[in-house]
Nanobody, 119 residues
Framework: QVQLVESGGGLVQAGGSLRLACQASGSDFIVNTMGWYRQAPGKQRELVGSITISGSTNYADSVKGRFTITRDNAKNTMNLQMNSLKPEDTAVYYC?????????????WGQGTQVTVSS
């Protein structure tokens, strides 16, 4: 069993920055691809970006150039640096991970952290 815990959400003015963190914990696991998703009220959950175990990243067009995903494989952590935030970035942000446990792959979600950007 693996747990993903997000932290770092909050309220920020438009143009500001926030940094989210995701910590994976458990035993006898390997974290493969990690990603951030978000869900705004009344909208479907959407991919913000992802990062492979080798560090290759992929971003949604809406956040390219503003958001940066990094990870520390030794600590099983992933960060999302969000700059130049816009009101439309307001959402609950979820950490997601593909994890290998004893040769089998599993998908895990964090509980989510609220990001609110005021205009």
């Amino acid at each position: 069993q693996v747990q993903l815990v997000e932290s770092g959400g909050g309220l920020v003015q438009a143009g500001g920055s926030l940094r989210l963190a995701c910590q994976a914990s458990g035993s006898d696991f390997i974290v493969n691809t990690m990603g951030w998703y978000r869900q705004a009220p009344g909208k479907q959950r959407e991919l913000v970006g992802s990062i492979t175990i080798s560090g290759s990243t992929n971003y949604a067009d809406s956040v390219k150039g503003r958001f940066t995903i990094t990870r520390d494989n030794a600590k099983n952590t992933m960060n999302l640096q969000m700059n130049s935030l816009k009101p439309e970035d307001t959402a609950v942000y979820y950490c997601h991970s593909r994890v290998a446990i004893r040769g089998a792959n599993y998908l895990y979600w964090g509980q989510g952290t609220q990001v609110t950007v005021s205009s």
